[in-house]
């Protein structure tokens, strides 16, 4: 639609002169044998005559035609434009209000007899390495910890019943509305969609993509958040290396092998694991490939 003159105009043009061109046609019947006759009489003059006059009328049509076509065409380019603006308007928004949402969070630990505070960022990595979860009169340092020595359904548990967690419910809501609108816009194309949730993306800190990932994982976010994680590649740029356990390390890494063997006979609960499209992003369907798949 962005092309002016694109196949409908070429399609109304070729009518337009097909119909010309039969107007034009239309003496050399009349001249010959037939009734009524027209060869011998002065009207075939009259004709001709009454024929060629409206050659500047039609040359005119032709013109107003181009130029009605040309603001047709840049009324609708104009409108797409508008909404384009007033699409990125609203998703720079979300955007800042995310920042602020995560700017605004302020972790409070003791260290060594010290109140130590860790503001926005900081808080991230302060939840996966210091904040002292207590299970069952343990205690473990940080989700990292959780996830690498607690049972998976019992780490989980613990991770969605524990405070500090729950203190980044806005965080989650607000990271997946914004994902959520640009995934069911209409007025971009799939590549679009992706390069926007790049920039997304590009705004998310390391200890941020490590969360993300449990909570994908979570009750909390393996039915909604999970599949546009995987769509979009939300953790392309995530350090494998810094998930909790060698397990979860060395499944992952093997995803991003070309021959990773995708396969629907695996019985395995995908809802528990993301699949490849998590981490790569090679061409506009992959996630649809992906899933057939599985």
Not at 25 to 49: A, E, H, M, N
Not at 52 to 65: R, Y
Not at 194 to 206: F, G, K, Q, V
Not at 279 to 287: C, Q, T
Request: aromatic share 16%; with cysteine.
């Amino acid at each position: 639609m962005k092309k002016t003159f694109d196949i409908s105009f070429w399609c109304c043009l070729a009518a337009f002169a097909v119909i010309i061109a039969g107007i034009c046609f239309l003496p050399s019947q009349l001249v010959k044998s037939g009734y009524p006759d027209f060869r011998c009489t002065g009207q075939i003059g009259d004709t001709i005559g009454g024929i060629m006059g409206p050659f500047v009328a039609i040359a005119a049509s032709i013109l107003t035609f181009i130029a009605f076509w040309v603001q047709y065409k840049a009324n609708i380019q104009q409108r797409s434009d508008i909404a384009l603006e007033r699409f990125e308007h609203n998703f720079f928004e979300m955007l800042q209000l995310h920042s602020s949402i995560k700017n605004s969070l302020d972790f409070i630990i003791t260290e060594d007899g010290k109140d130590v505070h860790y503001p926005g960022v900081d808080a991230f990595d302060c939840l996966y390495t210091r904040v002292q979860f207590s299970r069952n009169g343990v205690t473990y340092e940080g989700l990292k910890r959780i996830f690498a020595e607690v049972p998976v359904a019992e780490a989980y548990e613990l991770y969605l019943s524990d405070f500090p967690v729950r203190c980044l419910d806005s965080y989650f809501r607000m990271l997946y509305r914004i994902i959520k609108y640009v995934d069911e816009s209409r007025i971009i194309d799939d590549d679009q969609k992706y390069n926007y949730i790049c920039i997304l993306r590009a705004t998310l800190s390391w200890y941020e993509l490590l969360i993300l990932f449990y909570n994908g994982l979570s009750d909390n976010g393996n039915k909604n958040f999970k599949p546009l994680a995987e769509k979009y590649a939300l953790f392309n740029n995530i350090r494998i290396e810094e998930l909790a356990s060698a397990d979860d390390q060395n499944l992952y890494k093997s995803k991003l092998n070309d021959d990773y063997p995708f396969s629907r006979d695996d019985n395995r609960d995908m809802t528990l694991e993301y699949n490849k499209g998590a981490f790569v992003h090679r061409f506009p369907n992959f996630y649809a490939i992906i899933k057939n798949q599985i």
